[in-house]
């Protein structure tokens, strides 16, 4: 028989974030989220999305243990700027048993309906800066620390209880060359003498740090009227800020200034943490840290996290400036390979940045939707 207890205690949470580890025990394409940066989001009196999201957790037990788990969300702020009623299902694991799936499912999806929403969407998060999308291509592919993995029947076990494809994401490997194509360097001349427009060479953190609330105000307009989004709010930027601008790693940054001393356009990258994640196991005590720092001063593979340019200076040729700058700094270092921020597979303009780099697939993933009769 399956139980479905939703979480209310401190243990039951921490045994939330655990039960992957014990799900994907041994898979080598996993990377594991750390522990305390799960607690971070999931928890009301850290996450400022609490301000605009309400959420709970459930998890799933068979014979006394514990072999599913899903995340019910509903982002106020969200159905109001997108004149919708919706749920959210996020953190979704599960053994492959559909009557563990449909039993989650079917707890997130009445809670959603006492909620009064109308439709019901996933995997997603409280906003767009958290793990979104369900893998349907790429199962024998490493991740990055920015996206879901999951099990290749998890998809059929939502097809299952009704879901459809909303939307999809794809990713892309891109082979770093010898040097950055001509072509891409002529553009990048061109468009800054056209737009009076400079990269900030920075030499450390320090020097990046005042421009970075200046770069979330470029994406909240750059990513505007993409799926889900709705813009961050100054707690949110704050709350962003502290959690991932320690970690930078100046060279493969770059932020595109216009003469006002504004961000332009922006490409943010970082070594990758994936193989590093997997050794720490989700721990970063007492010996985590120790893969992520050197995963931090020599790696052979970017991740390209975010990209966004202002709406005026789109189509104007800027990420040209930004991918120049960061390609070079790949080079320096001696990195291969790059794997590209997830894009919705219909933007085509996201896609054109790597026409003139040797790239392929790396991974597709799916957010689904189902109407709540």
Known sequence: ???????????????????PDKLYSGNKF?????????????RKEKNPAFEFCEAKYWLAYKDDKIVGRIAGIIN??????????IARFGWIDF??????????????????????MTKIQG????TDMDLEGMLVDGFDEVGTQAVIYNYPYYPAHLEKNGYSKDVDWVQFKIKVPDQ??????RISQIVQKKYNLRPLRAKNAKEII????KMFDTLNQSFNGLYGFVPLSERQIEFYIKQYFSMIN??????????????????????SLSEALIKTKGKLYPTGFIHILKAMRKNNQVDMLLQGVKPEYKNKGVPAIFFSEMMQAYIDSGVKTAISSHALENNESAYLMFKDYEHKQHLRRRSYIKHLN
């Open 1 to 19: 028989m399956i139980q479905i207890r939703e979480v209310q205690t401190k243990e039951q949470l921490s045994n939330f974030i655990k039960f």
């Open 30 to 42: 996993r990377v594991p989220q750390l522990h305390m940066y799960e607690k971070s989001i999931l």
């Open 76 to 85: 106020r702020k969200a159905n109001e700027a997108w004149n919708e009623k």
């Open 95 to 116: 053994i492959d048993n559909t009557d563990v799936s449909a039993n989650l499912i079917n707890e997130v999806e009445n809670w959603g309906k006492l909620k009064g």
């Open 123 to 126: 995997p997603m998060g409280f």
């Open 180 to 185: 950055v194509p001509e072509k891409i360097k």
């Open 210 to 213: 005042p421009y970075a609330k």
């Open 250 to 271: 100046p060279p493969y940054i770059c932020f595109v200034l216009d003469s006002n001393d504004d961000v332009a356009g922006f490409g943010i990258s970082f070594a």
